[in-house]
């Protein structure tokens, strides 16, 4: 026994902490040997591999070394397991995970795949499962070992890439814990100020004659890092990447360049199923003849205190997918396709795509099912898709709501070819825009006709962002890298343009007697002034930023459904039928906000509007006494381009959390030149000084210089390592 504790102790501590053997390890440091890392002067991280798989490697290695607390978080989600770390509030969250992506399908997609993308699955657990052995000190919250099948969760690297139709937790929770009392519906409201905004410039209205992308993700902070990762087999991807996965999303090579929007596309269906319950069991109902309902045990394990606690549920199957609520009597099921590993392949190849035919290719493989995407490319083109993955429906039913799933008549006929879709290939006005908004104004007077297409193929409608970007890109100009930086940072804010006019319009209503005239006088008279646009020593913005969102809710939606008003429409509506006291009392309210936290109303936006990073935890802590930058810009909800999304966090002031986030400009040539900046900066750790080291050129909406090319970047190295050293 002791010689046996002698051996013990003689073996690395890396060893016995992850558990990793011999070969694994001789295997990790041989592929480590393959591959090169450079951290610029502002840490991001420059992977050169021999192969795709070493560069997928050396990616996911520096990815843990930034910030593997995110990482790690990413894959607990897709495997349903947070209530594992968060407790019994996360139960339900983990169930519908593990009802929506199927861990051995994936397992299963893994040992059929292709020999190149086994690799690339096999280097993606070696990178992240080497770094755990050679960081001992890192304790994870949950996943001591990677395995190759768990990229195949997480196929899309979008922020909201788990598409449940109109279904909501909360009817989740009550059909699976046998509450069928009758309730209102309350629909799913997406978060209204998430989203993205993608310019494209063709050659004819650029300085240079060469085309130039814009690529503006609004997502909450610190959720893609900057990465470039470059191989000798033909990889050379900059851009952003999401936290855990071995793809650029939103980026460029020297070729083509690629920026991705969110939309509304109908991608995922709710059925009301006809159940019948015999002494055989469940049965549903499909074409007149009766099918066994699948049945599948599911153990979400939860922790309680310092034990690990299981909750077992009896979940429901038909042909058309999980069962997922109960409406009306009925039991609904959800079709989606929330996890595919064409996707994936999607994800990859479009990374190394050299031409626009090469592009379209990718885009042939209609996979990507939460994306629209604006393009551009070395040789000139620009092009936008609106959506990609759209499975083609009868257009008679209204495929916003619940369909009848007992009949064929209703079921998926396959997906739609990309020439069906709505797309656009180099316009010739030369610009294209999506912000989240109507593919039908992508180009102004040149986009897509809205009539020839099925409403469930582009619901989306028109929102203030939309407005902007058509109105500022419709005025002729030459664009210049600097000139696109400074369209993508313009502060108007068009919904003001409606909303202050009734303002003032119902204060003129006013009648002499009414004290809120005096008291209001000061406050109008300032925003009467303003010209619409945000800043730092702006006054009228923090009354309007503050004011606005007291007013109508139906404002604020900007995701709709087919035949609903848009968010321009509802404003247009909201500001002509308003009582004068729908707009007064807001403001009141809003004076009173200011003066109970401030001491006063008059206070400027950069004072209340801040920037702050402390601690680098996944929910962020603020602190008004702790140091902060001030913010100009605002809310991507009233029709802001740059978005910066404050809130507060039991503080006075507002801290941003999200909107801005990775932004780059890129123009493409024989060489290509691009600048970006990054929320904060490309490290988690509070104790790097990459943590913060792009918070003030953030703040003021300034690029730094992308170091692209080799040359350059060993110019600019900080430090030149392999993975392990």
Known sequence: MRNLLFLLLLLPLQLLAQKFTPAEISAFQAQANRVQI?????????????????????????????????????????????????????????????????????????????????????????????????????????????????????????????????????????????????????PVIKDQQSGSNGFAFAPSITESGHAILYINPHTTFYFRPEVQVQSEEGLNAYGAVTWGQFFVYQGFNEHCGWMHTSNNVDIADMYAEKITKTNKGLFYEYDNKKYPVGIKKIDIRYKDGEALKTRSFTTYFTNNGPVMAIRAGKWISLKSKNRNTQSLIQSWVRTKSKSFADYQKAMDLKANASNNTVYADAAGNIAYWHGNFIPIRNPSYNWAGVVDGSTSATAWKGLH????????????????????????????????????????????????????????????????????????????????????????????????????????????????????RSGETSEATTLAMEWAPRLNMNIQKVYINPGERDQVENTKAFAASARPNDLLDPLKATLADLNKRFGKWQIAWGEVNRFQRLTGAINEKYDDNAPSLPVGFGSAMWGQLPSYRSSLFKTNKRYGNSGNSFVCAVEFGKRIRAKSVLAGGNSGDPHSKHFSDQALLYSKGQFKDVLFYKEDVVKNAERTYKPGE
């Not at 397991?81 to 139960?91: K, M, P, S, T």
């Not at 292709?114 to 001992?136: C, F, S, T, V």
């Not at 825009?433 to 099925?454: D, E, H, L, M, R």
């Not at 009734?502 to 204060?507: G, H």
Request: proline share 7%; charged share 20%; with cysteine.
């Open 38 to 186: 450079i951290r610029d002067h502002w840490g991001i991280p420059h992977v050169y591999g021999k192969t795709d798989a070493d560069a997928v490697f050396g990616l996911l290695y520096a990815q843990c070394e930034d910030d593997f607390k995110r990482v790690e978080l990413n894959y607990i989600e897709k495997l349903g397991r947070l209530a594992e770390v968060n407790g019994e509030q996360d139960i339900f969250n983990d169930l519908q995970i593990r009802l929506l992506i199927d861990s051995t399908e994936a397992i299963a997609d893994y040992q059929k795949a292709q020999p190149w993308l086994k690799k690339l699955l096999e280097a993606y657990a070696a990178g992240i499962n080497y770094y755990l052995y050679k960081n001992p000190q890192v304790k994870p919250a949950l996943l001591h070992r990677f395995k190759p099948w768990y990229a195949l969760l997480w196929t899309d690297g979008s922020i909201g890439a788990i598409n449940t139709a109109d279904l909501t937790l909360g009817e989740l929770r009550k059909f699976y814990t046998n509450d069928f009392t009758p309730t209102a519906y309350v």
């Open 417 to 532: 070819p990309v020439s069906e879709t709505v797309h656009l290939y180099n316009p010739p006005n030369g610009w294209l825009q999506n912000c989240n908004s109507t593919p039908f104004t992508v180009a102004g007077q040149n986009s897509p006709i809205k009539a020839n297409y099925p409403s469930y193929m582009a619901p989306d409608g028109e929102n203030f962002r939309g407005v902007a970007a058509v109105r500022l890109l419709s005025q002729p100009q030459k664009y210049s890298l600097e000139k696109v930086i400074a369209t993508g940072y313009d502060t108007y804010m068009p919904a003001f343009d409606i909303l202050i006019p009734a303002l003032l319009k119902a204060y003129a209503q006013l009648p002499q007697s009414d004290p809120m005239l005096e008291e209001l006088k000061a406050p109008m008279a300032l925003l009467k002034n303003w010209d619409y």
